[in-house]
């Protein structure tokens, strides 16, 4: 019997030290825990805030209303551009509209299918573009017939003349994108669309002479 009750105290006090030790470790842990997982919770919050603000998939008033605005500009310039294959004299002119229609046409996909992931109602191609004629460099119904009912170097200097603004305006467009929108996809093609245009708008007033 005094062995066994040896023994059963010798194994009591050994529990009793392990429980000590668990203890001090966890009371230890959670004054330091508590201060590492202070920090993580005030790094986590900081870091998901700061997620959408840059992610491309973040959006703010400004993208959609880049996207709206610069889809019915992009479709104007795109039927400015098909006039070219039959009217234009200069094959420079040719070649230039033919560049237009290849970059703005698939940046109007692009924009539609943001406008259709935001839920924001998108302009339909072929629509009337005299609701957007206040738009920076939009051409009005009466600049659009008249470039229509031209031929020859006539139409290229026509052409020229008025894509010349047409591109100033998207590129304020663009500019006021870049400074102000928040979607990473609108803002890198808006950038595209400054650098793109500017030197479209450069090479147009080298061929009317004016650079």
């Given at each position: 019997m005094t062995i066994r009750t040896f023994t059963r105290r010798a194994a009591l006090a050994t529990a009793a030290v392990a429980s000590a030790l668990v203890?001090?470790?966890?009371?230890?842990?959670?004054?330091?825990?508590?201060?590492?997982?202070?920090?993580?919770?005030?790094?986590?919050?900081?870091?998901?805030?700061?997620?959408?603000?840059?992610?491309?998939?973040?959006?703010?008033?400004?993208d959609v209303a880049f996207a709206q605005g610069m889809i019915p500009h992009h479709q104007q310039a795109l039927e400015m551009a098909r006039l070219a294959t039959d009217r234009a004299a200069s094959p420079q002119v040719k070649d230039l509209a033919s560049r237009i229609e290849k970059a703005q046409d698939p940046e109007i996909r692009t924009m539609t299918g943001w406008l259709k992931a935001w839920g924001e109602q998108s302009p339909m191609p072929g629509m009337d573009h005299s609701g957007h004629s206040g738009m920076?460099?939009?051409?009005?119904?009466?600049d659009m017939a008249a470039l229509e009912k031209s031929t020859g170097k006539a139409f290229d200097t026509k052409f020229l003349s008025l894509m010349v603004e047409h591109h100033q305006g998207a590129v304020a467009m663009a500019t006021t994108e870049k400074e102000k929108g928040r979607h990473g996809g609108a803002k890198a093609m808006a950038d595209d669309i400054v650098t793109a245009q500017n030197a479209e708008i450069k090479e147009m007033k080298q061929l009317l002479g004016e650079e």
């Open positions: 203890l001090a470790a966890c009371g230890g842990g959670d004054g330091d825990g508590a201060g590492h997982t202070g920090h993580g919770t005030d790094a986590g919050p900081s870091a998901s805030a700061a997620g959408p603000s840059t992610s491309a998939g973040a959006h703010n008033a400004q920076p460099g939009m051409m009005s119904g009466d």
